[in-house]
Nanobody, 123 residues
Framework: QVRLAESGGGSVQAGESLSLSCAYTRTMYYMAWFRQAPGKEREGVAA???????MYADSVKGRFTISKDNAKNTLYLQMNSLKFEDTAMYYC????????????????????WSQGTQVTVTS
């Protein structure tokens, strides 16, 4: 059984940084961070595939960095220059199946999800 254990999150002021971690029990082909703010749809934030290719939402490009440490089975999201609009519940997601063209921000294609962690940015 695959488990994703998320940690990090919290409350920071605008302009500050925060880091999220997601420990996984076995190597996945695709991993991603999603977020959902109250009253809004879930959106993809950053994704990475097994070979290290990454994709970012336009709203976080240049501010967020996704990475993974396969030796530690941990996915990371470094969030810098946080904005009020980054406030949301953040989830890590993973799937072990290769897909032609990738799945990136196709949330319905991810089979495993973390419990979520709240990130609150105060202005």
């Amino acid at each position: 059984q695959v488990r994703l254990a998320e940690s990090g999150g919290g409350s920071v002021q605008a302009g500050e940084s925060l880091s999220l971690s997601c420990a996984y029990t076995r190597t996945m082909y695709y991993m991603a961070w999603f977020r959902q703010a109250p009253g809004k749809e879930r959106e993809g934030v950053a994704a990475i595939d097994r070979d290290g290719r990454t994709m970012y939402a336009d709203s976080v490009k240049g501010r967020f960095t996704i990475s993974k440490d396969n030796a530690k089975n941990t996915l990371y999201l470094q969030m810098n220059s946080l904005k009020f609009e980054d406030t949301a519940m953040y989830y890590c997601a993973a799937d072990e199946r290769w897909r032609y063209g990738g799945i990136w921000f196709a949330s319905n294609s991810y089979n495993y999800w973390s419990q979520g962690t709240q990130v609150t940015v105060t202005s």
